[in-house]
């Protein structure tokens, strides 16, 4: 069965480092997220992605963060100058078009910033 | 940020029986949810959904039911087994919302013993 795969499983990173996350979305899967889930609190989203454009952001997706497909299967999600508070899972979703709403999930990119 | 809220952090049952997750939300524009499971170093994993136009949705062992005027949808599981062992996140898209970001809820941890 398809599924949404990420890399890398954890990273640790020290405060001001940039960080890239990457993911592969199903391959015939149009719409892309990146949502994240701080240790004991609920999963938030973060960005929605679509025809190489940004559809949505949250409030947390400031300027620190950036997304992109640089090519015809990666998604990657990056932090330019990490803060503690950016420790947290990220996870990777997307959807087929027209089915937005069911979105398949990745395993999760831990991060540690130090 | 409370839009969607699962009030019992945990649920123990025993195998065969019926178990039943709550979720309450106070956002009159979410027209779509959905429920889905969490094991433990994995993404959740999408279980079911209902639109707004419906009040009943089943699948297999899994119904969910929606109950508009009172902002409030349940997951029923019969019966359950030990496999069913797992977080079920609650979550929610609005109408307006392009790409159907999603809104989670903190979590049930559902444990069912033998």
């Known amino acids: 069965e398809p599924e949404v795969t990420q890399t890398p499983s954890h990273q640790v990173t020290q405060m001001g480092q940039e960080v890239i996350l990457r993911c592969v979305p199903i391959?015939?899967?149009?719409?892309f997220y990146w949502y994240r889930q701080i240790l004991g609190q609920k999963v938030e989203f973060l960005v929605s992605?679509?025809?190489?454009?940004?559809?949505?952001k949250s409030e947390i997706f400031d300027d620190q963060f950036s997304v992109e497909r640089p090519d015809g299967s990666n998604f990657t999600l990056k932090i330019r100058s990490t803060k503690l508070e950016d420790s947290a899972m990220y996870f990777c979703?997307?959807?087929?078009?027209?089915?937005?709403?069911?979105?398949?999930f990745g395993p999760g990119t831990r991060l540690t910033v130090t | 940020d409370q839009q969607v809220k699962q009030n019992s952090p945990s649920l123990s049952v025993q195998e065969g029986r019926i178990s039943i997750l709550n979720c309450d939300y106070t956002?009159?524009?979410?027209?779509?949810f959905l429920w889905y499971k969490k094991y433990p170093a994995e993404g959740p994993t999408f279980l079911i959904s209902?639109?707004?136009?419906?009040d009943k949705n089943e699948d297999g062992r899994f119904t969910v039911f929606l109950n508009k005027s009172a902002k409030h949808l349940s997951l029923h599981i019969v019966p359950s087994q030990p496999g069913d062992s797992a977080v079920y996140f609650c979550?929610?898209?609005?109408?307006?919302?392009?790409?159907?970001?999603?809104?989670f809820g903190r979590g049930t941890q559902l444990t069912v013993w033998p």
């Open positions: 992605f679509y025809n190489n454009e940004i559809s949505e």
């Open positions: 209902i639109s707004s136009i419906k």
């Open positions: 979703a997307s959807s087929e078009a027209g089915r937005s709403y069911e979105q398949y």
């Open positions: 391959s015939n899967h149009l719409y």
């Open positions: 979550a929610a898209s609005a109408r307006g919302s392009t790409l159907g970001r999603l809104y």
């Open positions: 956002n009159s524009m979410f027209d779509y």
